[in-house]
């Protein structure tokens, strides 16, 4: 079954850097798009960062626009959110989610906490 993993969370302080990754199972993980979500407490969970499955396009939410980068490697069924100068509004659980079959999968989760 399809399985999604995240790891590399943890607390950082403000300007810091920290680099998420998504392992997946389970589909074909070459012919998906996947996209990083981030919710942080009492807000929706909401979608930083996608990348296409062909080109590897991406797109990005405002706010992390130039800060965040995704990036993918297939031959490891590897998603990854680079992610620098962090902000204590970034401080969030994030997500990693692919659309197969037309139904949506989700990791755990990974808490990240930006904070001096």
């Known amino acids: 079954q399809v399985q999604l993993v995240e790891s590399g969370g943890g607390l950082v302080q403000p300007g810091g850097s920290l680099r998420l990754s998504c392992a997946a199972s389970g589909f074909t993980f070459s012919n998906y798009a996947m996209t990083w979500y981030r919710q942080a407490p009492g807000k929706e969970r909401k979608a930083v960062a996608a990348?296409?499955?062909?080109?590897?396009?991406?797109n990005y939410e405002d706010s992390v626009k130039g800060r965040f980068t995704i990036s993918r490697d297939n031959a490891k069924n590897t998603v990854y959110l680079q992610m620098n100068s962090l902000k204590p509004e970034d401080t969030a659980v994030y997500y990693c989610?692919?659309?197969?079959?037309?139904?949506?999968?989700w990791g755990q989760g990974t808490q990240v906490t930006v904070s001096s």
């Open positions: 990348i296409t499955n062909t080109y590897g396009s991406t």
């Open positions: 989610n692919a659309v197969v079959w037309g139904k949506h999968y």
